[in-house]
């Protein structure tokens, strides 16, 4: 599995496979859709999102406070930026290329931010595979499950539906973008209605959904930290609501 585990890893991981994929006279909407795995009316919605990568980048540098780092990503950040809204790099044009001391200075956030940010690990893809799935199959559950309340009910689909998300785009969401999700959902399932209420006691919707996102929370999180989430995984939601 590819280290989609911070910001810059994830842009520099699918900008390398343009760069790799391209060949002479190849249109580049044609490339870009072969990269991204998805048709080509979708590609300009794909590098939005990419290009969404960028302001995260500067925030972990920013939040890290390292000065030459800071400075090195202020002068990227708008080339990055503009490499993946520019109509040439996403049109269907032949020839455009990405110039390598772009991808370069990305590598080299990339490296530094996988010392000091990293967000968590990314599971192999048979394993979000899996994990997309039982999440699936929860929020199929969710919206028929007439015996919970409509309000609990549209919020646990919804933050279901997240989760979904996260785990689909998890080239651009990363870790991080899992865990919020999942966080959202257990803050979801943790108000004093849902804990009190038995809505068909241990084998209900709502403990097997606390399970699955038990379980999805720490595929994505690396070594001490996983069974630490997991002895204190009440606290998750707790946290979450008194923030």
Do not use: K
Not at 19 to 24: H, T
Not at 53 to 76: F, K, M, R
Not at 147 to 174: F, I, K, M, S
């Amino acid at each position: 599995m590819a280290n989609y585990n911070n910001p810059a890893d994830r842009l520099h991981i699918v900008l390398s496979a343009f760069a790799g994929s391209q060949e002479s006279g190849q249109a580049v909407n044609r490339v870009w859709a072969d990269v991204l795995e998805v048709p080509g009316d979708q590609v300009p919605i794909e590098l939005c999102r990419l290009a969404g990568l960028v302001p995260q980048i500067t925030s972990a540098v920013e939040l890290a406070g390292d000065e030459h780092q800071i400075e090195h990503v202020a002068h990227w950040a708008p080339r990055w930026a503009s490499l993946l809204t520019n109509t040439s790099m996403s049109g269907a044009n032949a020839g455009s290329t990405i110039p390598p001391d772009l991808l370069r200075a990305l590598g080299v956030t990339a490296s530094y931010l996988r010392l000091i940010a990293s967000e968590g690990t990314t599971p192999p893809a048979p394993e979000i595979d899996e994990l997309r799935e039982l999440v699936s199959a929860l929020l199929d559950e969710a919206r028929q499950a007439e015996a919970l309340p409509l309000e609990l009910r549209t919020v646990l689909v919804r933050r279901l539906h997240d989760v979904l998300y996260a785990l689909d785009h998890v080239r651009v969401t990363g870790p991080d973008g899992v865990q919020s999700a999942i966080e959202r959902l257990v803050c979801a399932v943790s108000f004093p209605d849902a804990e009190e209420a038995d809505y068909g006691g241990p084998d209900g919707v709502l403990t097997r959904v606390r399970d699955a996102a038990r379980r999805v929370y720490v595929a994505f999180i690396a070594g001490p930290a996983a069974q630490q989430a997991l002895e204190s995984w009440v606290a998750v939601g707790h946290r979450m609501i008194g923030s």
